[in-house]
């Protein structure tokens, strides 16, 4: 069992950063890969960014490649996501969430255990 506090959103003006944490706690939790997922009202689900249990597999959609980056610290215990140059479109909740195997995915429906969600909002 795995359980996930993420922490970091808040209001920022375009052009802006922000850093998303997400703390992880449970049984073998170095083992699990982690993913970030955002969804804005009337909208799907959204992969955002995915990290190997090694950290050596990365995995960012078109939407966000060379703006965001997804980390984990030196114990596997926090994953990051480091967002730059934000737009408008990027306001949503943010989630993080963690497989029970070790390889990256993109797909929601892969990932077993979830945060409660982070709100970023982007002002124009």
């Known amino acids: 069992q795995v359980q996930l506090v993420e922490s970091g959103g808040g209001l920022v003006q375009a052009g802006g950063s922000l850093r998303l944490s997400c703390a992880a706690s449970?049984?073998?939790?170095?083992?699990?890969?982690m993913g970030w997922f955002r969804q804005a009202p009337g909208k799907e689900r959204e992969f955002v960014a995915a990290?190997?249990?090694?950290?050596?597999?990365?995995s960012y959609p078109d939407s966000v490649k060379g703006r965001f980056t997804i980390s984990m610290d030196n114990a596997k215990t926090t994953v990051y996501l480091q967002m730059g140059s934000l737009k408008p479109e990027d306001t949503a909740v943010y989630y993080c969430?963690?497989?029970?195997?070790?390889?990256?995915?993109?797909?929601?429906?892969?990932?077993?255990?979830w945060g409660q969600g982070t709100q970023v909002t982007v002002s124009s």
């Open positions: 969430a963690a497989r029970t195997v070790g390889y990256a995915s993109r797909r929601y429906d892969e990932y077993n255990y």
């Open positions: 449970g049984r073998t939790v170095s083992s699990r890969a």
């Open positions: 990290i190997s249990k090694s950290g050596s597999t990365l």
